[in-house]
């Protein structure tokens, strides 16, 4: 059972775009969520964070929108850069139950920001 | 500050043996989690450490364990490998246990073959 979809595997937008990557849970003790950022022959690297009493977050370039009674999330990249490419993770954990620091990841995503 | 360190970054090993995987926390750093990832089942947990106790275990078989020492660096150990073992090893760490905001830092993983 998976309690962490990313139902697109790939996305590929334009440079200066925006790029919107999807994310949707179904454990409803999940209270906080993340987002990391994958090279190839690298580890996850910590993008953007929210906890599941905000509905957004924003850092940056990043923005991450929390919809609790639609259990979704979603990445905003703006604007887009060819740097962004990498394969994207979103991941969630369930704080109040005491298991917070055990992430459930997504499968991810594969973004490609064209020149 | 330097991040978080796994040795080996590469290992082949054959059926039925067993193997030893090395993190090093980021200073400071208390939490050590550990993370399967494979092409098809994406990152899975594997088990948490925090003050030489295992705190979280993922859904894993016994073949699968690991430890903490004093200064917090980790191991992790799969005996009798199978071919269904080969992936990407990811170890993570993070300041506290418990806190909500919390954030894990991952290190570059260590890649497994069995053949």
């Known amino acids: 059972d998976q309690q962490v979809k990313q139902n697109s595997p790939s996305l590929s937008v334009q440079e200066g775009r925006i790029s919107i990557l999807n994310c949707d849970y179904t454990?409803?003790?999940?209270?906080?969520f993340l987002w990391y950022k994958k090279y190839p022959a690298e580890g996850p690297t910590f993008l953007i964070s929210?906890?599941?009493?905000?509905d957004k977050n924003e850092d940056g370039r990043f923005t991450v929108f929390l919809n609790k009674s639609a259990k979704h999330l979603s990445l905003h990249i703006v604007p887009s850069q060819p740097g962004d490419s990498a394969v994207y993770f979103c991941?969630?954990?369930?704080?109040?139950?005491?298991?917070?620091?055990?992430?459930?990841f997504g499968k991810g995503i594969t973004l490609s920001v064209r020149p | 500050k330097a991040g978080v360190t796994q040795t080996p970054r590469y290992l082949i090993k054959t059926r039925g043996q067993q193997v030893t995987l090395s993190c090093s926390p980021i200073?400071?750093?208390?939490?050590v989690s550990w993370y399967q990832q494979t092409p098809g089942q994406g990152l899975q947990f594997l088990f948490e450490?925090?003050?030489?106790?295992?705190?979280n275990k993922g859904n894993f078989p016994g073949r699968f364990s690991g430890r903490q020492f004093s200064n917090s660096r980790s191991e992790m150990n799969v005996s009798t490998l199978e071919l269904g073992d080969s992936a990407l090893y990811l170890c993570?760490?993070?300041?506290?246990?418990?806190?909500?905001?919390?954030?894990?830092?991952f290190g570059p993983g260590t890649r497994l073959t069995v053949l």
């Open positions: 993570a760490s993070s300041h506290l246990i418990g806190a909500s905001t919390d954030t894990q830092y």
């Open positions: 454990n409803s003790m999940f209270d906080y």
């Open positions: 929210i906890s599941s009493i905000k």
């Open positions: 991941a969630a954990s369930a704080y109040r139950a005491g298991a917070n620091s055990k992430l459930t």
């Open positions: 200073s400071g750093h208390r939490s």
């Open positions: 450490y925090f003050s030489e106790t295992q705190r």
